[in-house]
């Protein structure tokens, strides 16, 4: 009988942690789906230009990251590195889809320009630095993009803006 | 003896079919968990919007959408804002944001140079995140968009020329 009942009651405690793992991948399914997608759908990215400052401390270096499931094509990011070190190791300071014509100017040891004809940025940010402590070292990023209104929309012959086919 | 176990292997095996939860407990406590996450999502964007106030609301010139910019009332850096587009009269829904800022002692000027084209002029501030495209499925049955445009008026709207810089550290992303 002993036997019987301390079987139900490891049978019970197996039940109870299936239970609270369903109601824990419920709770943190969203998060979970995104590492996964991250996990199984790793995007490769290839340096297609590097353009060292000025004063040669840093390189400003764009990268293209495919898109592993070819839903929304290619991804164009700016990182900022120290000088001749890996892009990986750098900082995003801009990422942008359907990019045509990227262009990166040093307009100064500390003023990156990011110019482009077309782009549909997903992030930007206009500051950088590789020590918080070392601030005299930080550069500041502009965008320049060179149409003087749209740079990613089109007007269409009904007058709407809309992206491109 | 062996009858003896016999008999208590099949009485374990009933008890294991027969205390098995039924699907339904399964589905019940995904779809709680799931709710859960979402209420306490919402409970965090409702807070959040406690905490801030509209400093600017524009209407787009064919009505259909408006820019509103906010910033905190109480709580946390009264220099940061956020700039968000929304179908036009509805509140803002904070994790759809086109500019996240900080250090922006003076709101930045908010535009709309023609329907759809909204423009962003700032002298001093520094921009933490930016989208430049946004897009709703609720506004002109989900073929409208906006295009955003930021310009900032000075070289080093954030890094200050001679002064200190005021932008936080960033951890690579």
Known sequence: ?165 | LEAKDLTISQELSHLERRSKPPLIAFVSLFLLGLLISTAAESLRDYTGLWNKREEARVTSPDGLVDAVLLRPIRYGDRSRISLHVVPHGEPVELSDVMVDGSSFEVAPAIVWARPQLLLMTYDAGCIDDLKTVWHSYWVNGGRYYVELRATASSMFPCLGVGSKPSFSARTPR
């Not at chain 1, 002993?2 to 009651?9: C, I, Q």
């Not at chain 1, 199984?40 to 293209?64: K, M, N």
């Not at chain 1, 070190?85 to 045509?100: E, H, P, Q, Y």
Request: aromatic share 8%.
């Open chain 1, 1 to 165: 009988m002993s036997r019987t009942s301390s079987a139900a009651r490891g049978s019970s405690l197996k039940n109870g942690l299936v239970l609270l793992a369903v109601f824990l991948v419920g709770l943190f399914g969203q998060g979970l789906a995104k590492g996964l997608w991250a996990i199984v759908l790793e995007a490769e990215t290839r340096e297609v230009g590097r353009v060292p400052a000025p004063d040669a401390s840093e390189d400003a270096v764009i990268l293209i990251e495919n898109d592993p499931i070819g839903a929304w094509g290619p991804s164009w990011q700016v990182r900022i590195v120290r000088h001749g070190t890996a892009a990986n190791k750098g900082i995003k300071v801009f990422s942008a889809r359907g990019m045509v014509n990227s262009k990166l100017v040093w307009n100064g040891p500390r003023l990156l320009e990011v110019g482009y004809d077309r782009a549909r940025i997903d992030y930007f940010t206009n500051a950088w630095t590789p020590d918080p402590h070392r601030l005299a070292t930080a550069v500041e990023i502009r965008l320049a993009p060179s149409a003087p209104e749209f740079s990613y929309l089109r007007i269409g012959s009904n007058g709407s803006a809309d992206p491109p086919e």
